[in-house]
């Protein structure tokens, strides 16, 4: 099925605790994206990478990392998580990083406690 | 700073014409988006604009002018299904998306 696959689809997670969410996209796009979104707020850059073996920060990098071994994954980790990392994460791609479109995954609703 | 700004919460009833707006201030100006999210779901695209004017997609028509930073969607021959909300964002000169917070559209019988 082509398009964007996150997991897991929900979490809650012990603050302090290890955290991958998983992205991968089968639509051979260049350029990746994490974003959160929260109540009342647009959504927010984490990480991007815009081809394979790079990646960039966003507006909210802290306390998340991101690694591109390869066009269809795009992994995002916290390293120790916190009760402000709660949200709804989502993961988007597009051909290239000037490309129209942006696709997004289904997203990861992330609880920290 | 960069900023994009629509309204929180629009009401309109079925049938009927919607407005939803969208003014920005961002560094750099590559294109302006609207995309579609109902609850619970991820954004989906619904148009985007380069240059000034209409882009007319069935009943879903998107303006631009970059001299006045604005932007309009509008909704024609309002439909239950369309109760979601909308997302303007705009790609800076980074090519990175700025995201307004949405305009939730409660469409009522």
């Known amino acids: 099925i082509a398009g964007i696959t996150q997991a897991p689809t929900s979490q809650i997670l012990a603050a302090g605790r290890r955290m991958t969410l998983r992205c991968t996209q089968d639509m051979r796009h260049n350029a990746m994206y994490w974003y959160r979104q929260d109540l009342g707020l647009g959504l927010r850059l984490i990480h991007y990478?815009?081809?394979?073996?790079?990646?960039g920060k966003g507006e909210v990098p802290d306390g998340y990392s991101v690694s591109r071994a390869n066009t269809d994954d795009f992994p995002l980790t916290l390293a120790s998580a916190v009760p402000s990392q709660t949200s709804v994460y989502f993961c988007?791609?597009?051909?290239?990083?000037?490309?129209?479109?942006?696709?997004f995954g289904p997203g990861t609703r992330l609880t920290v406690l | 700073g960069q900023n994009i700004d629509q309204p929180t919460e629009m009401t309109a009833t079925e049938g009927a014409i919607v407005q939803i707006n969208c003014t920005y201030q961002?560094?750099?100006?590559?294109?302006l988006f609207w995309y579609q999210q109902h609850a619970g779901e991820a954004p989906t695209f619904l148009s985007y604009?380069?240059l000034d004017g209409l882009e007319e997609k069935g009943r879903f028509s998107s303006f631009l002018s970059r001299s006045k930073g604005y932007s309009y969607l509008l909704l024609k021959e309002l439909q239950m299904k369309d109760s979601a909300s909308y997302l303007c964002?705009?790609?800076?000169?980074?090519?990175?998306?700025?995201w307004g917070a949405g305009t939730k559209l409660i469409i009522k019988p």
């Open positions: 990478s815009n081809t394979a073996g790079t990646t």
């Open positions: 961002t560094s750099g100006f590559n294109g």
């Open positions: 964002a705009v790609k800076d000169s980074n090519y990175q998306l700025i």
């Open positions: 988007a791609s597009t051909q290239r990083a000037d490309s129209d479109t942006q696709y």
């Open positions: 604009n380069v």
